[in-house]
């Protein structure tokens, strides 16, 4: 498919690639409910996994997508914003920068680990933190798009996601 062909090039030495289930997962938001990937069948998503909040491209990144959820929308997607931060850290950012998606704490790495976004090492000696990441994945639960990016100060090629979406209509 046009979506799998077209951005190999992202993903050849990844553990998940465009065309393969996207492996489902239960994380607590910011809010403290569950979300469940399974509970976005019928919808596509936009999954960005992120090194850590209150950071000045963590910031940018988000704020973009929060300033470009209309877009999003008509695109019959819903944006899942995943770090390895607390649940409570996630809150406190969200209320900060008035998030309008959900945040979700992937604090013991699971989800992260099955996407395979996770660095060895960060900076400042940290293990563990989430690489900055995109993924779309279809209604259907197939991932269409994969972006897992060795540096953390680069941002997901949004463009390229937005094209993804708009080729996943009708």
Not at 2 to 12: D, I, P, Q, R
Not at 143 to 166: H, M, S, T
Request: proline content about 3%.
């Amino acid at each position: 498919m046009f979506a799998a062909e077209f951005f190999y090039h992202f993903t050849k030495n990844m553990a998940l690639n465009p065309g393969d289930k996207a492996p489902d997962f239960t994380l607590r938001a910011s809010d403290k409910s569950q979300v469940h990937l399974k509970d976005f069948h019928g919808k596509n998503v936009v999954l960005l996994f992120f090194p850590l909040a209150f950071t000045g491209v963590c910031t940018k990144e988000l704020c973009f997508m929060r300033d470009s959820i209309a877009e999003y929308e008509q695109l019959d997607a819903q944006i899942l914003a995943i770090s390895v931060d607390s649940l409570y850290t996630l809150a406190k950012w969200k209320q900060e920068q008035q998030f309008n998606f959900p945040l979700l704490s992937d604090f013991n790495k699971s989800v992260s680990k099955k996407y395979d976004t996770l660095y060895k090492d960060f900076v400042f000696e940290m293990k563990g933190v989430s690489k900055r990441s995109a993924f779309v994945i279809d209604r259907d639960g197939i991932i269409r798009y994969a972006e897992v990016l060795e540096n953390a100060g680069e941002l997901p090629d949004f463009d390229a996601v937005r094209k993804v979406l708009k080729g996943l209509e009708g």
